[in-house]
């Protein structure tokens, strides 16, 4: 069977750009930055890019183009028996997109309670109680509920989407990024404008931009800006080495993963200021500073802040559908990357049709993130993407490192790389991939362990952890080993 392949160069770029970019440029980078010291956290967001984020972007890219393989078949070709190690990238943005999906029915939801304004009198209750109906704890799931109808139909939706963005593998793929990469940015650039002539807007900025340098001196800054840079960027995922697999032979992999890494750093940036724009004017109308503001860490940014913000302003029906809409556009196409990380994988290995595979992992995807949308959803959701990008994804990029970097030779996959690529990188980028990041990770790993000695994330308690948030990581590991024991076809 031929290998898939994209229409052209522009295509894998926005691809790529378009799974690097989503919700975690707009939802998830300016809370985490606000949290972190505002401009401070940029600096480390930068370094960050520069010493691991970029490098593995490489690295991926080399391997999966190198090895014309998603990434079991990847592993599996450096050793037989690191296929293993190739399932669990993958195996973790699947557990990802369960829930991401449930954001983007979130983001559905929303952009039509947007046109009645119907969380306009109380932004709070319309998300805890309204969409959500969030119960008392984990255990309580709420049963049959309208919010679990609601969400489960709006869940279907997202699914429908995504099933057929990728109906063809990259040669759809190739048509839809040039929608789903522009649309949210030029809605972003909408709302840019807009929060910046806010009145407050400048409180706003100036938070987010003026530095706290002794900020700096904090390891949790510089945690939060490289789990941000590999969420961000979708390394550790198996999405990138499946999508440069799908290049021409004569490409360009390094400029390709420099022109990627900045775009999603771009993105991030002037997201953060559509958003402390708006944070800047919240606060000046609440009489209050930005610095004050509680309640906007988390889905409470996008989905209460956000909102009570839209509705307070001329026109907030149609900025209202506008925003939702550019959420929604931002996760389409993180969301299939993730899908098609998976799909490519198993059609390597069993060379099954793009259809039975793709329908395959979005069905079980669907029926998994069912448990999200019930009155519980919100803990399991919360505590799910913390394992996975706090401590599943370090530990993918950590196999990778070792078993790419020091296994197969760091320094055969850049001579790889710098000689299909307009302009090489040097010794630096080995350094970065077999010891700083490595290093790193462990440091990472290590001290996300000893916080998870000391108490329970979020004080959901032992138990809730134990089940959303260790038994998916074993789970992970032993899937990990059964899919790579199966029989596959040649
Ligand atoms: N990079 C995406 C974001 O910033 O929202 C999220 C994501 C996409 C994570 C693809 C993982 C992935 F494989």
């Known amino acids: 069977m031929a290998r898939e392949q994209w229409d052209n160069r522009t295509a894998f770029i926005l691809a790529a750009i378009g799974s690097a970019i989503g919700l975690g440029n707009i939802w998830r980078f300016p809370f985490v930055c606000y949290q972190n010291g505002g401009g401070a956290f940029l600096i480390a967001y930068i370094v960050a890019l520069l010493t691991t984020g970029i490098p593995l972007l490489i690295i991926e ?89 609601w969400l489960t139909i709006a869940l279907l939706v997202s699914w429908v ?12 793929v190739s048509k839809v990024v040039y929608f789903t990469v522009f649309i949210p940015w030029l809605l972003l650039i909408v709302f840019v404008v807009r929060g910046m002539t806010l009145p407050g807007a400048m409180d706003g900025l100036t938070y987010y931009l003026a530095p706290t340098f ?12 490289y789990t941000q840079i590999f969420f961000s960027l979708s390394v550790g995922f198996g999405v990138m080495i499946a999508y440069s697999s799908f290049l021409p032979r004569k490409t360009d992999l390094i400029n390709n993963a420099f022109i990627i890494g900045f775009a999603d750093a771009l993105t991030a940036f002037v997201g953060g200021l559509a958003v402390f724009g708006a944070l800047g004017y919240h606060a000046h109308s609440l009489g209050t500073t930005v610095d004050k503001l509680g309640d906007i860490a988390g889905p409470g940014l996008a989905f209460v802040t956000y909102p009570s913000i839209i509705s307070n302003l001329p026109f907030a029906p149609l900025f209202g559908v506008l925003f939702f809409l550019m959420l929604l556009t931002l ?14 994988s198993i059609i390597d290995k ?15 995807a669907f029926i998994i993130g069912l448990v999200f949308c019930t009155g519980a959803g919100l803990y399991w959701l919360d505590i799910l993407d913390h394992f996975m990008n706090y401590l599943a994804l ?42 700083f990041t ?14 998870r000695a000391k108490g329970s994330y979020e004080n959901y308690g032992r138990l809730p952890e134990s089940l959303g948030g260790w038994l998916i990581i074993i789970l992970i590991v032993i899937a990990g080993y059964f899919l790579y024991k199966s029989k596959g076809k040649d």
Not at 123 to 137: A, M, N, R, V, Y
Not at 161 to 172: D, E, L, N, Y
């Open 350 to 364: 069993w060379k099954v049709s793009h259809f039975k595979a793709n329908l395959t992992v979005s069905s079980t």
């Open 61 to 149: 890219f080399g391997l999966g183009h190198k090895m014309e393989g998603a990434s079991p078949l990847a592993f599996s070709k450096i050793n037989k028996k690191l296929e293993w190690f190739g399932w669990i990238p993958v195996l973790i943005g699947f557990m990802i997109v369960t829930y991401y999906s449930v954001i983007m029915a979130y983001c559905t939801k929303y952009g039509i309670a947007s046109i009645t304004q119907a969380y306009a009198q109380n932004p709070s209750d319309f998300f805890f109680k309204e969409t959500l109906g969030i119960t008392s704890g984990p255990f309580k799931f709420g049963g049959f509920t309208k919010q679990f109808i």
């Open 161 to 172: 989407w995504i099933v057929f963005s990728v109906w063809k593998g990259a040669k759809t």
């Open 214 to 225: 002794s900020k700096l001196l904090d390891p949790q800054v510089w945690l939060a800006a």
């Open 331 to 344: 996760a389409i196409d993180s969301a299939f990357s993730i899908v098609e990380g998976l799909t490519a």
């Open 394 to 435: 370090g530990v993918s990029v950590l196999c990778c490192c070792i078993f790419v970097g020091w296994g197969y030779g760091a320094d055969k996959i850049k001579e790889y790389a710098n000689s299909i690529s307009e302009f090489g990188v040097g010794k630096w980028w080995e350094i970065s991939i077999k010891y």
């Open 438 to 451: 490595p290093i790193l990770l462990v440091i990472l790993i290590g001290s996300e362990f000893i916080r």
